[in-house]
C-alpha cells in the first residue's frame, strides 16, 4: 500500500457587498439554486449545464452569469452527456431519457424501456452510447439515442453509479464491489476484482478515466482505487477529519479533490478543494476549508461534490444547491449563500469595513499576494473595525482575522 498523503487545511470565510462576489482562493461562487444538484457539465469553458431534483435543467451561455431554465420532468435528473455540440442526453429516476438535437434549446423525452433509476450515461459515438442504474441496469444505444436495448453484464444486480469511456476503455462502477471493465468498446465486460484489500462490499461511486490511469473512489470513505498497468491500487488519499466527497482526475497529473466537514448542529456540510499538479505527490488548498469552528467554512455544500472541467484548470462544482466555479474571474454578482453572512466585509469608496455580529474582533492583519503587510491592528476587542485603503494600490489583498476565542479567518477581497 502506498503511504498517506496528509493534507493541511486552511479556514476561508467572508462576506462580499459593494458588487463583490464570494471568493475563497481560486473557487468563486456562482449561483445557488432552488433544487438540489446532482451533476454539471461543461462544453468547452463558457457553456456549462447542471441538472438536479424536480427536473432540474439549467443551461449557462456564459460561464454562468446568465441562465435558463427548463423543467420537462418532474423525475430526478442524475446525469447530462453530450455526444457532440447539438446531440446530449440526460438520464434520471424512473428511466428517465431526454434527448436534445439543438444544444440544450429544448429537451425532448425518449423511450428507455426501463422504470429503473439510471444514475449515469457516457459513449463513444453515436453508435455506442451507454447508460447505467440501479439493480444491474445496462442501456446501450445504437442509434443516436432513438431506441435502447438491455445489456447483461452481471448475475448479480448492483446498483451501478457511473460508467465512463477512454477511447475503446471503459468502466461501470457501483456497489456490492461492483468494477467492469471492457477493452473493446463495450462489446464485453469484465469484473475486476484482483485489487488491493478488496472486500466485495464496496461501494464505488466516483470515476475518472485518464490517459493512463482509472480512479474511483469508494463511498463515504476517504480511499480511491487507481488502476495503472492494470495493477490495482488502494490509497488514503487525505488523514485526519472531514470525508472525501468528489473527485475530478482531469490528467495523469493533475487531479481535485473535495473534502467535506459536516457540523453537527444544522447538519450543513462545508466544503474544502485541494489539487496536485504531480500525480499526488503534493496537494494545495486550492478553494474553501475549515478550521476548528466548522460553522465558518469557507465553502458550503453537502456531503457529496460532482466537478466538469474544460481543460486543466477552468472547472466548476456543485454541491448542495450551490455551484462553483474556477479560477476567481470576479464578474459575477451573485446572492451570497447564508454561510457567508457570519464575517463580512464591506468595501464604500476608500474604507473596507469589517464585522463580525456575534464575536469580538482581536486583530486583523492584512497583506498583499506578494506578502507585503499593508495594515495591522492587534488588541481591537469590538465587533467591527473600519480601515482607510485610501492607499492600497488595486489588486487582491488577504485580511487575516484573529477573532477573540482565538479563531483565525482569512478572507481574500480585491480593492478595486
Not at 466555479?325 to 459575477?332: A, K, S
Amino acid at each position: 500500500m502506498k503511504p498517506k498523503l496528509t493534507l493541511f487545511l486552511l479556514l476561508l470565510a467572508g462576506c462580499f457587498q459593494n458588487g463583490h462576489a464570494y471568493q475563497s482562493i481560486n473557487w468563486e461562487f456562482v449561483n445557488s439554486f432552488s433544487d438540489y444538484l446532482t451533476n454539471v457539465y461543461t462544453q468547452g469553458t463558457d457553456t456549462v449545464y447542471v441538472v438536479g431534483q424536480n427536473g432540474l435543467i439549467a443551461q449557462s451561455p456564459n460561464r454562468g452569469k446568465n441562465w435558463n431554465y427548463q423543467h420537462i420532468t418532474a423525475n430526478t435528473l442524475n446525469d447530462i452527456y453530450f455526444i457532440s455540440n447539438n446531440v446530449g442526453f440526460i438520464v434520471g429516476s424512473n428511466g428517465t431519457i431526454l434527448k436534445t438535437t439543438n444544444a440544450g434549446a429544448s429537451w425532448i423525452p425518449v423511450i428507455s424501456g426501463t422504470t429503473q433509476k439510471l444514475n449515469a450515461i457516457a459513449g463513444t459515438g453515436i453508435d455506442n452510447i451507454w447508460a447505467v442504474g440501479d439493480n444491474g441496469v445496462v442501456i446501450k444505444s445504437n442509434d443516436i439515442g432513438q431506441s435502447w436495448n438491455t445489456v447483461s453484464i452481471t448475475n448479480q444486480t448492483p446498483n451501478f453509479s457511473n460508467i465512463g469511456f477512454k477511447n475503446d476503455k471503459g468502466y461501470i462502477v457501483g456497489n456490492i464491489g461492483s468494477i467492469y471493465q471492457t477493452l473493446d468498446n463495450g462489446d464485453s465486460w469484465v469484473q475486476q476484482i484482483n485489487i488491493e484489500e478488496y472486500t466485495g462490499q464496496e461501494e464505488f461511486c466516483c470515476l475518472s478515466i485518464t490517459e493512463n490511469k482509472v480512479f474511483l473512489r469508494s463511498s463515504f470513505s476517504n480511499f480511491i482505487y487507481v488502476n495503472a498497468n492494470s495493477i490495482w491500487e488502494k490509497n488514503n488519499i487525505i488523514d485526519g477529519n472531514g470525508t472525501a466527497s468528489g473527485f475530478c482526475f482531469i490528467t495523469d497529473s493533475i487531479w481535485y479533490y473535495t473534502i467535506s466537514f459536516v457540523t453537527t448542529g444544522d447538519n450543513n456540510a462545508y466544503l474544502s478543494v485541494f489539487k496536485t499538479m504531480d500525480g499526488g505527490n503534493s496537494w494545495t488548498l486550492d478553494g474553501g476549508g475549515k478550521g476548528e469552528y466548522i460553522q465558518y467554512g469557507g465553502m458550503e455544500g453537502d456531503g457529496t461534490s460532482n466537478l466538469a472541467f474544460a481543460g486543466s484548470s477552468f472547472g466548476y462544482l456543485v454541491s448542495g444547491n450551490y455551484l462553483y466555479r474556477t479560477p476567481y474571474v470576479g464578474d459575477i454578482i451573485a446572492d451570497i449563500p447564508r454561510l457567508y453572512q457570519d464575517v463580512c466585509l464591506i468595501q464604500t469608496g476608500s474604507s473596507l469595513d469589517i464585522n463580525y455580529t456575534f464575536k469580538t474582533i482581536s486583530n486583523v492583519k492584512i497583506t498583499s499576494t506578494s506578502g507585503q503587510t499593508v495594515f495591522q491592528q492587534n488588541e481591537i476587542n469590538k465587533n467591527e473595525i473600519s480601515i482607510n485603503t485610501s492607499t492600497f494600490t488595486k489588486g487582491i489583498y488577504i485580511s487575516q482575522i484573529t477573532l477573540k476565542d482565538n479563531t483565525q479567518i482569512s478572507v481574500k477581497w480585491i480593492k478595486r
